[in-house]
């Protein structure tokens, strides 16, 4: 395993968890001020022994320590190896589910408005719920970075995990990145927890929510038209899904019945 510098700021270790949900895998990211002794390191990955030590090794090599461990959200293939990474690194948790936080009071959450600082490194928290009700997007005013777990990927499209994820706060959340990726404060990139970087933030945005609409109306029809089942839905409307990916789609559809159903 190798560390990818990115950005000046931002640097990637994948995991070696490849599959249909995770891409290429789990993108672990180290984020440092340049010249700084301290980092920050984002979604440890999986309970890969040889992944986590990669990345200790990686910051090391950087001649830095680990100041703080942020999670984007609690879905194993992002959280499983935080609790092993940290005690090793002598790091704390942060995290919006109280269940990943080390220590587990409060002051180790993240909510809108939190800044983080490692050194002279910034990072803003910008909470995105909606792949999880959990979810949050990590933002580096000073790199042009935003990172963005599961909420953007940079391949494909997320799925809305129900039941611990809903359909109407993704769409805001998703309205809100297009906001602030067309707004003044300039991102250059959005950073994802799976898959390539994404240097077209606004357009990769605008698609999101173009498909996500689509297949609104798709699932709309088809309900219109006797399937009624989330099962149906999925033979009917994600035909063209690679069938491994089908119970993934049924719990978007899920997702989606609901948000259709509060109309």
Do not use: K
């Amino acid at each position: 395993m190798t560390v990818e510098a990115v950005t000046p700021y931002a640097s990637r270790v994948l995991a070696a968890n490849p599959g249909p949900m995770t891409l290429d895998g789990t993108n672990t990211w180290i984020l440092r001020a340049p010249e700084s002794d301290t980092a920050v390191v984002v979604d440890p990955g999986p309970m890969l022994e040889e992944h986590l030590r990669a990345v200790l090794d990686a910051v090391a090599q950087y001649g830095c320590t680990v100041s703080m461990v942020l999670l984007t959200h609690g879905h194993f293939d992002h959280s499983e190896g935080a609790a092993w990474f940290a005690q090793r690194a002598n790091s704390a948790v942060r995290s919006v589910d109280p269940a990943f936080r080390i220590p587990t009071d409060h002051a180790h959450g993240l909510a809108e408005g939190d800044v983080i600082t490692s050194g002279e490194l910034r990072i803003e928290v910008l909470p995105t719920p909606g792949h999880t009700m959990d979810s949050v997007c990590f933002w580096l005013p000073q790199d042009g970075s935003l990172l963005t777990g599961d909420t953007v990927l940079g391949r494909g499209t997320s799925v809305v995990a129900h039941p611990d994820g809903a359909l109407g706060p993704y769409l805001e959340s998703l309205e809100s990145l297009r906001a602030f990726a067309n707004s003044p404060a300039g991102v250059d990139r959005l950073l994802p927890g799976h898959g390539p970087v994404i240097d077209d933030p606004g357009a990769v945005l605008t698609f999101y929510l173009e498909h996500r609409h689509e297949r609104l109306t798709q699932v709309r029809e088809a309900v219109a038209t006797g399937h009624t089942t989330p099962e149906a839905i999925v033979a009917h409307v994600y035909a063209d899904v690679p069938r491994p990916l089908w119970p993934a789609a049924e719990r978007s559809v899920r997702a989606q019945l609901d948000y259709l159903n509060a109309l």
